[in-house]
């Protein structure tokens, strides 16, 4: 089911609509959350008030938030699942709402505690989905051949390494400028979520690879982004998503060969490899071992498939 919100202006009374504004700056300048975290926050804030809005038939004000009660929230939940929305967007929906009414608590504006009382579903357990090693130089191969014909396959080659090379999220490898990288440097320097950094080594083929397209590059400034789209602009991850689905259906690689799916294969491998935990979660830039951790359910997998075609004991039956 596809479900239109209103915008806040449709929704809420203006004092309410203020307080709501000052929450997405406070989200951004103080808790210094990304600004794709922060947009999300905005669409679930939309969407609550768009079920108060219908919930209460009328425009939602500051007291009738102080009003709300825990069945009020439930049935927000409710109205969520009824939508056919996953889990974790839910949860997430809700975190967002309770962060809300943590701020109007800490701002002296209002309080109400209902809210801290309601726990939404847990998000069903995910893990990450790597491809293999042999597929991960399929899939870089595939790149390179096709790098031959433009600048603009060279970007996408000198890219992909570095996904896959260190470990980058895309939109910490398009945040990059051409000053941040330089040809004899044994290491970058990575700002990640939150403006968190963290240093990851150059290993000298991805080295290779960004020294090949800057040789192309449009424009070759320091100043300018590293990664450029065809009109000089800082590249679109939209450009880089369709690039690689070219390349999956080209090789008849999974849906789940993503740009991200790069990154998970660079942590998955190392641990394959014999990588500690804690190394490789100073690499990703994770906060807590907890998010490094998934990966080591993926080699286990890995090892117990080996186990079971390789060990003669294991096809006793």
Known sequence: ?????????????PKLAGVIEDWQKNLLSERRLSLKTGESYQRDMKEFMTFLNDHLEKEVSLSDLKKLTVSDFRSFLVWRSSQKIARSSIARGLSAVRNFFKYMTRNDIL???????IRSARPGKTL????????????LEAAK??????????????????????????????DLDIGDF??????LTITGKGGKQRIVPILPAVRKAVASYLKVHPTNRPTQPLFVGARGD????????????FIRRALNLPDTVTPHALRHSFATHLLQGGGDLRTVQ?????????????????????LQEVYEHAHPRARLK
């Open 182 to 187: 330089s040809g004899r440097a044994e290491a």
């Open 128 to 139: 990450p989905k790597p491809l293999s090693v042999a597929d991960a130089a399929r899939f």
């Open 145 to 174: 051949n096709m790098a031959r014909e433009s600048w603009e396959a060279k970007r996408d080659v000198a890219l992909y390494m570095l996904m896959y090379g260190c470990g980058l999220r895309i939109a910490e490898a398009l």
């Open 1 to 13: 089911m596809t479900m239109e919100y209103k915008s806040i202006s449709q929704t809420c009374a």
């Open 282 to 302: 100073e690499l990703l830039g994770h906060a807590s071992l907890s998010a490094t951790q998934r990966y080591t359910e993926i080699t286990m997998e890995h």
């Open 111 to 117: 309080e109400n505690t209902a809210i801290m009382a």
């Open 234 to 245: 800082r590249l679109n991850p939209g450009v880089v998503q369709r690039n690689v689905r």
